[in-house]
T-cell receptor, first 114, second 113 residues
Framework: KAGVTQTPRYLIKTRGQQVTLSCSPI?????VSWYQQTPGQGLQFLFE???????NKGNFPGRFSGRQFSNSRSEMNVSTLELGDSALYLC?????????????FGPGTRLTVL | GNSVTQMEGPVTLSEEAFLTINCTYT??????LFWYVQYPGEGLQLLLK?????DKGSNKGFEATYRKETTSFHLEKGSVQVSDSAVYFC????????????FGTGTKLQVIP
């Protein structure tokens, strides 16, 4: 089975721009979660989607949004980029988000905001 | 809410030394507990997990036991190798379904020959 894929792997943007990141989960997985990883804050949960519905949301401003398509692929969007949005964005998939299922992570998208 | 506290790093050990990375948690009910590892430039990989009290997760020589009485899930390995150098994350997923994963801050391990 192919793993979780994320595109692009690296991205450089300037302040004020917007960006869209993509995640393709493992085949058959219906839950996709997004995390932001920074040296200062560690791994912070952004949101989780299951069957095209957002089920959980972390404490991020409304500039951060996401969606999930019928094939379980997911995108996250960040509008009006700020310097502090520079981070590694990780996507993780699982068959479901019940407590017995671990999450499988993609390699991440490294976003740099200049 | 749920939280995970793990020991600060970095931890530097010589090859073949014994490793312990402490992890304690706060959660209601009976969460599942995980250890993930992140190698440089890569995403997180599940190292081991335990889903109920007294369960022992193990993989690649690493072990951790789910201790509900002390709300702990310490990671141990008897003899580390240079290839174990990575960042280790303790994490939990709350019980009751549809729960997000809460991660600790990560502990960087460096093993020197």
């Amino acid at each position: 089975k192919a793993g979780v894929t994320q595109t692009p792997r690296y991205l450089i943007k300037t302040r004020g721009q917007q960006v869209t990141l993509s995640c393709s989960p493992i085949s058959g997985h219906r839950s996709v979660s997004w995390y932001q990883q920074t040296p200062g804050q560690g791994l912070q949960f952004l949101f989780e989607y299951f069957s095209e519905t957002q089920r959980n949301k972390g404490n991020f401003p409304g500039r951060f949004s996401g969606r999930q398509f019928s094939n379980s692929r997911s995108e996250m969007n960040v509008s009006t980029l700020e310097l502090g949005d520079s981070a590694l964005y990780l996507c993780a998939s699982s068959p479901d988000s019940t407590s017995y299922n671990e999450q499988f992570f993609g390699p991440g998208t490294r976003l740099t905001v200049l | 809410g749920n939280s995970v506290t793990q020991m600060e790093g970095p931890v530097t050990l010589s090859e073949e030394a014994f490793l312990t990375i402490n992890c304690t948690y706060t959660a209601t009910g009976y969460p599942s507990l995980f250890w993930y590892v992140q190698y440089p430039g890569e995403g997180l990989q599940l190292l081991l997990k335990a889903t109920k009290a007294d369960d022992k997760g193990s993989n690649k020589g690493f072990e951790a036991t789910y201790r509900k009485e002390t709300t702990s899930f310490h990671l141990e390995k008897g003899s580390v190798q240079v290839s174990d150098s990575a960042v280790y994350f303790c994490a939990l997923m709350g019980s009751g379904g549809y729960q997000k994963v809460t991660f600790g801050t990560g502990t960087k391990l460096q093993v020197i020959p």
